[in-house]
């Protein structure tokens, strides 16, 4: 009866050693609530977290991306650089994620509807953007994890 009990209780431990060495890493989480974005006053802020969470909207970019990019808020939302060549130069631009309550964003060259909540749709701008595989990989995961929250006064 012993060896039973004991064959048991490995089993189960290992199924439990099993799951959490499958398990999904935790997500390095940033937020930029209005507050953070006012104190910045329209600098750019080290991007921190893998996972970005605004007033209006979250999303999930990759982890080698943390500690590499740079926010910079905007009136319609905010837009990512690479920090090495925006502190540069300025340039570095990998893509913006903007909130329209028309259809202007139609004249975007290169863009995706990430989503809508009530009569605003949140549109991911790319037209600038660098064409690198590693980029185009790290915004599939953005459009995949992006969520919009209902219920804020702008």
């Given at each position: ?32 609530s ?18 970005i ?15 590499k ?6 009136e ?12 540069s ?8 994620i ?11 060259e ?6 809508f ?7 991911l701008?790319?037209?600038?953007a660098?064409?690198?595989?590693s ?12 969520v919009?929250?209902?219920g804020?006064?702008?």
């Amino acid at each position: 009866m012993g060896l039973k009990t004991f064959a048991c209780a490995l089993a189960l431990t290992l199924s439990y050693t099993v799951t959490a060495f499958g398990a999904e890493p935790q997500t390095a989480l940033q937020t930029l609530s209005s507050d953070v974005v006012e104190a910045a006053s329209n600098e750019a802020i080290p991007m921190t977290g893998s996972k970005i969470v605004t007033d209006d909207f979250s999303f999930v970019v990759p982890e080698r991306w943390t500690g590499k990019c740079v926010v910079l808020p905007t009136e319609q939302g905010l837009e990512v650089y690479d920090q090495e060549d925006y502190e540069s130069d300025g340039s570095g631009f990998l893509f913006s994620i903007s909130v329209y309550e028309d259809d202007s964003y139609s004249s975007l060259e290169d863009y995706a509807i990430l989503g809508f909540c009530g009569s605003e749709t949140f549109v991911l701008d790319t037209s600038k953007a660098d064409e690198s595989k590693s980029v185009k990989k790290g915004l599939k995961e953005l459009q995949e994890t992006f969520v919009a929250f209902a219920g804020n006064e702008n």
